[in-house]
T-cell receptor
Framework: EAGVAQSPRYKIIEKRQSVAFWCNPI?????LYWYQQILGQGPKLLIQ????????DSQLPKDRFSAERLKGVDSTLKIQPAKLEDSAVYLC?????????????FGSGTQLSVL | AQSVTQLGSHVSVSEGALVLLRCNYS??????LFWYVQYPNQGLQLLLK??????LVKGINGFEAEFKKSETSFHLTKPSAHMSDAAEYFC??????????FGKGTSLLVTP
């Protein structure tokens, strides 16, 4: 089966610019997650969607980050304006349903460098 | 909130030696624990998961982990390391909203 697709693979921008990342989850997966992975650290949850509704965005810096999941399938994550500390890999993951033993499937991520 | 702590950010073993990667959890409820592996420039892949069915969990590529409630641990082991095991390993626990909370990761280096 096709995995979680993310694009672009790499992005380099200057601080204060805007950037957007795209994610296409595995077909039929209702739950979608965006994680931020800073170099040398574990992934940190930014936002979680169930279909097109937000389940948890408590760790999303809402003054500069936004995300949407229109029609409950694809999702975009936007940063505006970017800061140096936003340099990280942004991972998208999806799962079939919200249960305790359900595993998450991860995309390869988008590596963002803010100069 | 549920959390995990991985002891040792870097572990180095010789090829053929035992691999032991440590993970301790903090949870107010019975935890659901996972180990993921991340190879360079790739996404995270599930190695194994603990869901209370059995305390010894076998995963892919010869890895296994044992859940010890008395020690709040879920250490990952492999009897004999291969060069291809060199990667970043993450322990994670399901949080109340069903998302995963990850540890900081352990980088495994395998030397010839």
């Amino acid at each position: 089966e096709a995995g979680v697709a993310q694009s672009p693979r790499y992005k380099i921008i200057e601080k204060r610019q805007s950037v957007a990342f795209w994610c296409n989850p595995i077909s039929g997966h209702a739950t979608l997650y965006w994680y931020q992975q800073i170099l040398g650290q574990g992934p940190k949850l930014l936002i979680q969607f169930q279909n097109n509704g937000v389940v948890d965005d408590s760790q999303l810096p809402k003054d500069r980050f936004s995300a949407e999941r229109l029609k409950g399938v694809d999702s975009t994550l936007k940063i505006q304006p970017a800061k140096l500390e936003d340099s990280a890999v942004y991972l998208c993951a999806s799962s079939l349903e919200q249960v305790w033993n359900e595993k998450l499937f991860f995309g390869s991520g988008t590596q963002l460098s803010v100069l | 909130a549920q959390s995990v702590t991985q002891l040792g950010s870097h572990v180095s073993v010789s090829e053929g030696a035992l691999v032991l990667l440590r993970c301790n959890y903090s949870s107010s409820v019975p935890p659901y624990l996972f180990w993921y592996v991340q190879y360079p420039n790739q996404g995270l892949q599930l190695l194994l998961k603990y869901t209370s069915a059995a305390t010894l969990v076998k995963g892919i590529n010869g890895f296994e982990a044992e859940f010890k409630k008395s020690e709040t641990s879920f250490h990952l082991t492999k009897p004999s390391a291969h060069m291809s095991d060199a990667a970043e390993y993450f322990c994670a626990v399901k949080d109340s909203g069903y998302a995963l909370n990850f540890g900081k990761g352990t980088s495994l280096l395998v030397t010839p």
